[in-house]
C-alpha cells in the first residue's frame, strides 16, 4: 500500500470501493458497528461486577480477560474458514457465534452466577473474534490495494458508532439500575433481600444483551443473502485455497513489519481497554458522583472516538498513516501521564482526549502489518486479532495497580502502552511507505 500522495493521478482514476463491491461494503460495515457496541457494552461491567458480587477490581477485571482471551483463542480458526471458504463464511460464523453469546446471558441472569457470565460473555467475544478476523481484511480486498488503509479507516470509523450506542445502553439500561448500597450494608443484609437486589441488577445486565442477539440475527440475514461478485483482486466465495500453515507462519515471523505490528497491535488494544475500562473510576476518584455521572465522562471519550475516526481518515489523504500514528501515540502517553499528576477535571478530560489518539490506531497499524502480505494475508489478519489479547492481559495489570494504590496512579499502564506503539509508528516511518 503506497501513500496515496505518491501518486496523486491514480488515486484520482481509481475508485475507492471497486463498484460491484459496495453494497457488501455497506453492509459490513454494520458488522464494525456491531461489535463496537457488544465491546463498550462490556467495559462498564468491570465496575458493574464489583459492585454486584462484591469482588476486588482485579476480580472483576476478568470480564475484559474473558471478552480479549477469546479473541486470542479464536483468531486462528477463524483464518482457517477464511482459507478453506470464504471472507463470506467467517462473517457468517462470527455472527452466528456472538448471537449465541448474546443469547446466554439470559440463562447467566437466571443462575445469578459470575462465572456463567464470564462464560457469555467468553462465546460472544468468540464470535466477534470470528467476525473481526474476517470482516477487516475482506474491507482491504474492496477495493485498490493503494488505498486499503484508508478504506478500512473508515469502515472502522462506524465502530465507534457502535461504541456510542453501547455505552449509551449500559448508562440507560445497566448503569441506572444498580443498587446504590454500599459492599459493607450489602454485607450485612438478609440473604433473601440481596439475592433480590442481585436478580434485579443482574436482569438489568442481561437485557441489552438480548436485545443485541436479535439484531445481529437480521445482519446475519441479510449478509446470509448477500450476492458477492468477483473483484478484481480476486474475492470469490467459490474459492479454495491449499492452507501449509508452518510455511505461512515462517513467511510471517520474518517480516519485521508485520511481527512488530502484532507487538504493537497487543499495546495498542491494552490502552484502549485500560482508558476506557477505568474512566469511570478515575472520574470517582477525582470528581466523586456516582457510577452512572462518571459514566457521562466515558461518553463524551467515545463521541470524541468517533468524530475523530473520521478526522483521521480525511488527514490520511495527506499525510502518512505511519507519521500520524507516531504523534498520536506520543500525546497519548503524554495525556496519561498528565492524569496522573493533575488528578482534577482538566485530568479527567485528559483522559476523554486519549480516545481522539485511539481513533487512529488499530486500523493503521493493521493495515502497516497486512501490507504486502499477499495470500498470506488471512492469516495475518488472524495474528493481529490475536494481539487483541492485550485487551484481556494489561486491565489485569492496572486494575491490582488500582487495587493497590488507586484509579489515578494506575494510569501508568496505559502511558507505557503508548510508547510501545509510537516506537513502531516511528519504526514504520523509516521502514515502510505507508
Same mark, same amino acid.
Given at each position: 500500500?503506497?501513500?496515496?500522495?505518491?501518486?496523486?493521478?491514480?488515486?484520482?482514476?481509481?475508485?475507492?470501493?471497486?463498484?460491484?463491491?459496495?453494497?457488501?461494503?455497506?453492509?459490513?460495515?454494520? %458488522?464494525?458497528? #456491531?461489535?463496537?457496541?457488544?465491546?463498550?457494552?462490556?467495559?462498564?461491567?468491570?465496575?458493574?461486577?464489583?459492585?454486584? !458480587?462484591?469482588?476486588?477490581?482485579?476480580?472483576?477485571?476478568?470480564?475484559?480477560?474473558?471478552?480479549?482471551?477469546?479473541?486470542? %483463542?479464536?483468531?486462528?480458526?477463524?483464518?482457517?474458514?477464511?482459507?478453506?471458504?470464504?471472507?463470506?463464511?467467517?462473517?457468517?460464523?462470527?455472527?452466528? &457465534?456472538?448471537?449465541?453469546?448474546?443469547?446466554?446471558?439470559?440463562?447467566?441472569?437466571?443462575?445469578?452466577?459470575?462465572?456463567?457470565?464470564?462464560?457469555?460473555?467468553?462465546?460472544?467475544?468468540?464470535?466477534?473474534?470470528?467476525?473481526?478476523?474476517?470482516?477487516?481484511?475482506?474491507?482491504?480486498?474492496?477495493?485498490?490495494?493503494?488505498?486499503?488503509?484508508?478504506? =478500512?479507516?473508515?469502515?472502522?470509523?462506524?465502530?465507534?458508532?457502535?461504541?456510542?450506542?453501547?455505552?449509551?445502553?449500559?448508562?440507560?439500561?445497566? =448503569?441506572?439500575?444498580?443498587?446504590?448500597?454500599?459492599?459493607?450494608?450489602?454485607?450485612?443484609?438478609?440473604?433473601?433481600?440481596?439475592?433480590?437486589?442481585?436478580?434485579?441488577?443482574?436482569?438489568?445486565?442481561?437485557?441489552?444483551?438480548?436485545?443485541? #442477539?436479535?439484531?445481529?440475527?437480521?445482519?446475519?440475514?441479510?449478509?446470509?443473502?448477500?450476492?458477492?461478485?468477483?473483484?478484481?483482486?480476486?474475492?470469490?466465495?467459490?474459492?479454495?485455497?491449499?492452507? @501449509? /500453515?508452518?510455511?505461512?507462519?515462517?513467511? =510471517?515471523?520474518?517480516?519485521?513489519?508485520?511481527?512488530?505490528?502484532?507487538?504493537?497491535? /497487543?499495546?495498542?488494544?491494552?490502552?484502549?481497554?485500560?482508558?476506557?475500562?477505568?474512566?469511570?473510576?478515575?472520574?470517582?476518584?477525582?470528581?466523586?458522583?456516582?457510577?452512572?455521572?462518571?459514566?457521562?465522562? &466515558?461518553?463524551?471519550?467515545?463521541?470524541?472516538?468517533?468524530?475523530?475516526?473520521?478526522?483521521?481518515?480525511? &488527514?490520511?489523504?495527506?499525510?502518512?498513516?505511519?507519521?500520524?500514528?507516531?504523534?498520536?501515540?506520543?500525546?497519548?502517553?503524554?495525556? %496519561?501521564?498528565?492524569?496522573?499528576?493533575?488528578? @482534577?477535571?482538566?485530568?479527567?478530560?485528559?483522559?476523554?482526549?486519549?480516545?481522539?489518539?485511539?481513533?487512529?490506531? /488499530?486500523?493503521?497499524?493493521?493495515?502497516?502489518? &497486512? @501490507?504486502?502480505?499477499?495470500?498470506?494475508?488471512?492469516?495475518?489478519?488472524?495474528?493481529?486479532?490475536?494481539?487483541?489479547?492485550?485487551?484481556?492481559?494489561?486491565?489485569?495489570?492496572?486494575?491490582?495497580?488500582?487495587?493497590?494504590?488507586?484509579?489515578?496512579?494506575?494510569?501508568?499502564?496505559?502511558?507505557?502502552? !503508548?510508547?510501545?506503539?509510537?516506537?513502531?509508528?516511528?519504526?514504520?516511518?523509516?521502514?515502510?511507505?505507508?
Amino acid at each position: 500500500m503506497k501513500n496515496q500522495n505518491t501518486a496523486p493521478e491514480k488515486s484520482l482514476s481509481a475508485p475507492f470501493v471497486y463498484p460491484n463491491m459496495k453494497i457488501a461494503f455497506i453492509l459490513l460495515i454494520t %458488522c464494525f458497528a #456491531a461489535w463496537g457496541v457488544a465491546a463498550n457494552m462490556t467495559d462498564p461491567l468491570v465496575k458493574v461486577f464489583s459492585k454486584i !458480587f462484591t469482588m476486588s477490581t482485579f476480580e472483576s477485571a476478568l470480564v475484559q480477560f474473558a471478552y480479549y482471551g477469546a479473541y486470542f %483463542c479464536l483468531a486462528i480458526p477463524a483464518a482457517f474458514i477464511n482459507a478453506r471458504y470464504s471472507y463470506k463464511a467467517g462473517v457468517l460464523t462470527g455472527l452466528g &457465534l456472538a448471537i449465541l453469546g448474546a443469547l446466554a446471558f439470559y440463562p447467566a441472569s437466571v443462575s445469578m452466577t459470575y462465572g456463567f457470565f464470564l462464560a457469555a460473555l467468553f462465546i460472544l467475544a468468540a464470535g466477534l473474534s470470528i467476525l473481526e478476523t474476517s470482516a477487516n481484511p475482506f474491507v482491504m480486498t474492496m477495493g485498490p490495494e493503494g488505498s486499503a488503509a484508508r478504506r =478500512l479507516n473508515l469502515a472502522q470509523a462506524f465502530n465507534p458508532v457502535g461504541t456510542n450506542i453501547g455505552v449509551f445502553l449500559a448508562a440507560t439500561l445497566i =448503569l441506572p439500575n444498580l443498587n446504590t448500597a454500599s459492599a459493607e450494608e450489602r454485607a450485612s443484609m438478609a440473604p433473601e433481600m440481596l439475592l433480590s437486589i442481585r436478580a434485579d441488577e443482574l436482569n438489568s445486565v442481561m437485557t441489552p444483551y438480548v436485545g443485541m #442477539a436479535f439484531v445481529l440475527m437480521i445482519i446475519w440475514a441479510l449478509i446470509y443473502f448477500m450476492r458477492i461478485p468477483k473483484s478484481e483482486n480476486k474475492v470469490n466465495v467459490d474459492e479454495v485455497q491449499t492452507i @501449509d /500453515f508452518m510455511a505461512t507462519l515462517g513467511r =510471517l515471523l520474518a517480516r519485521k513489519q508485520y511481527r512488530w505490528g502484532v507487538v504493537a497491535q /497487543f499495546f495498542n488494544v491494552a490502552a484502549q481497554t485500560c482508558t476506557w475500562t477505568f474512566t469511570i473510576q478515575y472520574v470517582q476518584e477525582t470528581l466523586g458522583g456516582t457510577e452512572a455521572s462518571a459514566s457521562d465522562y &466515558l461518553q463524551y471519550s467515545l463521541i470524541i472516538f468517533l468524530i475523530s475516526r473520521f478526522v483521521m481518515t480525511w &488527514l490520511m489523504g495527506f499525510f502518512r498513516p505511519a507519521v500520524l500514528l507516531s504523534i498520536l501515540a506520543l500525546l497519548g502517553t503524554a495525556l %496519561c501521564l498528565y492524569a496522573v499528576m493533575v488528578p @482534577d477535571v482538566t485530568g479527567v478530560w485528559a483522559i476523554v482526549s486519549i480516545s481522539a489518539c485511539l481513533s487512529l490506531m /488499530f486500523p493503521t497499524i493493521y493495515s502497516i502489518a &497486512l @501490507d504486502g502480505l499477499g495470500s498470506d494475508t488471512k492469516f495475518g489478519s488472524a495474528g493481529l486479532v490475536m494481539a487483541i489479547l492485550g485487551g484481556a492481559v494489561m486491565p489485569l495489570v492496572q486494575g491490582a495497580t488500582i487495587d493497590e494504590y488507586g484509579a489515578i496512579i494506575s494510569y501508568v499502564v496505559p502511558a507505557v502502552c !503508548f510508547l510501545v506503539v509510537a516506537a513502531y509508528g516511528m519504526f514504520s516511518v523509516k521502514n515502510t511507505t505507508v
